[in-house]
């Protein structure tokens, strides 16, 4: 059995009741049938570090802010491992779990300006369990350095975390059944605005049937954030002519969230 430091414990324990209360579970039942609100502060109360007690009396320092940003952006990298954990245990749709390698957790930055959101692993994501490795990878890398940002500026994902057989497109069913793993993520993730690659992320994120060539161009709201819509990457490899609308909707984006595209050939 593995030993475990009781303030360690105290930390999973709270890290599990945050990401309950992040999935929009409020209670909980107690052995004797009574029930325990989860709420923001009981999540985040702070058990007594070692040797607290000793010294309850000083003054505590005076915490800072970027000290409560370091500890707040600490915290949900510990969550998102955790959830990680969780998508890589799944078994909720048989027959991916069955065809798969790896899940595909979401990987980029903590609070980004943009999060990118795709379809579902293709051979290259299911082989290394990291999504947009591939060739349609490596063309989002180059969107990417012409508006200036980096892989590590950003956060990617997609709708679902397994790879689908034969190249088929994500099953209703599946969809479902990952909607909560996509949910709690982008929740921790918390980006400005999320950015839909393709008709299955934009329909299934937005709950529309609207294609996605006519939701392009205007910014649309999921619980606070807003999201914009372009074609996929894929979808340019085979249809070069989009690349210019995509090529407008990142420059919208970019424009929109304040920042510069770099100077040509730089
Ligand atoms: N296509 C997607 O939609 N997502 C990936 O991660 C890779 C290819």
């Known amino acids: 059995m593995q030993n475990?430091?009781?303030?360690?414990?105290?930390?999973?324990?709270?890290?599990?009741?945050?990401?309950l209360r992040l999935s929009g579970v409020e209670w909980l039942e107690n052995n004797n049938n009574s029930t325990l609100q989860i709420s923001e502060g009981l999540a985040h109360k702070s058990p007594p570090v070692d040797g607290e007690?000793?010294?309850?009396?000083?003054?505590?320092?005076?915490?800072?802010?970027?000290?409560?940003?370091?500890?707040?952006?600490?915290?949900?990298?510990?969550?998102?491992?955790?959830?990680?954990?969780?998508?890589?245990?799944?078994?909720?749709?048989?027959?991916?779990?069955?065809?798969?390698?790896n899940t595909v957790f979401g990987v980029g930055k903590i609070e980004p300006d943009i999060c990118f959101v795709g379809e579902a692993p293709g051979s290259a994501e299911d082989e290394k369990g990291l999504p947009f490795v591939g060739e349609d990878g490596l063309l989002?890398?180059?969107?990417?350095?012409?508006?200036?940002?980096?892989?590590?500026?950003?956060?990617?994902?997609?709708?679902?975390?397994?790879?689908?057989?034969?190249?088929?497109?994500?099953?209703?069913?599946?969809?479902?059944?990952?909607?909560?793993?996509?949910?709690?993520?982008?929740?921790?993730?918390?980006?400005?605005?999320?950015?839909?690659?393709?008709?299955?992320?934009?329909?299934?994120?937005?709950?529309?049937?609207?294609?996605?060539?006519?939701l392009r161009g205007k910014f649309y709201d999921w619980k606070g954030i807003q999201v914009l819509c372009t074609y996929h990457p894929l979808s340019l490899l085979r249809t070069p002519e989009k690349k210019k609308e995509v090529w407008e909707d990142m420059k919208f984006l970019i424009s929109h969230l304040g920042r510069v595209l770099p100077k040509l050939g730089s």
């Not at 475990?4 to 990401?19: A, D, N, T, V």
Request: glycine letters at 2%; hydrophobic letters at 35%; proline letters at 6%.
């Open 140 to 214: 989002l890398d180059k969107i990417l350095k012409a508006c200036g940002l980096s892989r590590d500026e950003v956060y990617f994902l997609n709708i679902i975390s397994c790879k689908p057989p034969d190249k088929r497109l994500p099953l209703p069913s599946e969809v479902s059944n990952c909607r909560g793993f996509l949910e709690k993520q982008l929740a921790l993730v918390k980006p400005k605005v999320i950015c839909c690659l393709g008709s299955c992320a934009a329909e299934n994120l937005l709950d529309t049937k609207i294609p996605v060539n006519k």
């Open 4 to 19: 475990i430091s009781s303030r360690e414990l105290h930390k999973q324990i709270q890290m599990h009741l945050e990401s």
């Open 53 to 101: 007690a000793a010294v309850t009396n000083l003054p505590l320092p005076e915490k800072s802010s970027t000290h409560s940003v370091l500890h707040s952006l600490e915290k949900k990298t510990g969550l998102l491992q955790l959830l990680k954990e969780e998508v890589a245990n799944c078994v909720k749709c048989p027959q991916l779990v069955q065809t798969r390698k």
